[in-house]
């Protein structure tokens, strides 16, 4: 079962995307979803390395519109969608 811990998150104003930094327990892929509750799951755009173990996650903007919670330092599953490109 894989696992996040939000850190911190960032509006990127070049791009319509949010990054998350966030410490990560199993593999977190590109195209997963984030579950932030059974109603809403955010997908996971694009992957970076981040420092001291950690990574830093883009996800569209729009996926935000519903989340009313304060998502820091808090943990999330991931919803396994396939394996293109992973991190571990």
Request: some cysteine; charged content about 25%.
């Amino acid at each position: 079962m894989t696992k996040i811990l939000i850190q911190n998150m960032f509006y990127n104003h070049g791009d319509e995307y949010y990054l998350i930094v966030c410490k990560y327990q199993g593999i977190v892929n590109t195209g997963d979803y984030i579950i932030i509750n059974p109603d809403i799951q955010i997908k996971i755009e694009k992957i970076e390395n981040g420092l001291f173990e950690t990574l830093i996650l883009s996800v569209s903007r729009d996926s935000f519109e519903k989340v009313n919670d304060n998502l820091y330092n808090k943990e999330f599953l991931i919803h396994k969608v396939d394996q293109q490109s992973n991190h571990s």
